[in-house]
T-cell receptor
Framework: DAGVIQSPRHEVTEMGQEVTLRCKPI?????LFWYRQTMMRGLELLIY????????DSGMPEDRFSAKMPNASFSTLKIQPSEPRDSAVYFC??????????????FGSGTRLTVV | GENVEQHPSTLSVQEGDSAVIKCTYS??????FPWYKQELGKRPQLIID?????GEKKDQRIAVTLNKTAKHFSLHITETQPEDSAVYFC????????????FGRGTSLIVHP
């Protein structure tokens, strides 16, 4: 299995532009998570899905952020409009049945977003 | 919700020394405690975990201990090597049957050769 696949690996965009981050979870995993990592705030859970349905989006910082999971093999995190303070590494993770070691909790390689 | 505190934020040791990272959690219902290692520029990866029905678990040079009464758990790395240098995250989960982890802020471990 190729693991959790994220694209792009790096994204540099100008303030005000729309940014779309993509994630392909491990086949068969029923949970998908989006995290944001910064030096100031560490790893923050933004939103997670179970069987393609958003379960908890309380970590989404504001309305500029939205996430979708149209099918079991694809999810997007969109920021519109982007701001410099959105600069961070965004990780996608997937798991089977929520993430105990019996079922695996695997991170993707992340997308490093820089908004200038 | 669950709150996980992790200390220290940075830890510098000489090669061969031991390193200890400590975490506390707030929700007594948490019952699963994984540790992740994140090397520079890479993804966090699970290195060891422990469940609440076990007090200690070892895997070669790393071990994790859990004190449920005090609600704290620790990662111990013995005979540290330069390749142990990374950011380590603790997490707690299991509240209300969910394994969604709450992460600590991370500890940057530097092992000097």
């Amino acid at each position: 299995d190729a693991g959790v696949i994220q694209s792009p690996r790096h994204e540099v965009t100008e303030m005000g532009q729309e940014v779309t981050l993509r994630c392909k979870p491990i086949s068969g995993h029923d949970y998908l998570f989006w995290y944001r990592q910064t030096m100031m705030r560490g790893l923050e859970l933004l939103i997670y899905f179970n069987n393609n349905v958003p379960i908890d989006d309380s970590g989404m910082p504001e309305d500029r952020f939205s996430a979708k999971m149209p099918n079991a093999s694809f999810s997007t995190l969109k920021i519109q409009p982007s701001e410099p303070r959105d600069s961070a590494v965004y990780f996608c993770a997937s798991s089977l049945s929520g993430g105990s070691s019996d079922y695996g909790y695997t991170f993707g390689s992340g997308t490093r977003l820089t908004v200038v | 919700g669950e709150n996980v505190e992790q200390h220290p934020s940075t830890l510098s040791v000489q090669e061969g020394d031991s390193a200890v990272i400590k975490c506390t959690y707030s929700d007594s219902a948490s019952n699963y405690f994984p540790w992740y290692k994140q090397e520079l520029g890479k993804r966090p990866q699970l290195i060891i975990d422990i469940r609440s029905n076990v007090g200690e678990k070892k895997d070669q040079r790393i071990a994790v201990t859990l004190n449920k009464t005090a609600k704290h758990f620790s990662l111990h790395i013995t005979e540290t090597q330069p390749e142990d240098s990374a950011v380590y995250f603790c997490a707690a989960s299991g509240v209300r049957g969910s394994y969604i982890p709450t992460f600590g802020r991370g500890t940057s471990l530097i092992v000097h050769p």
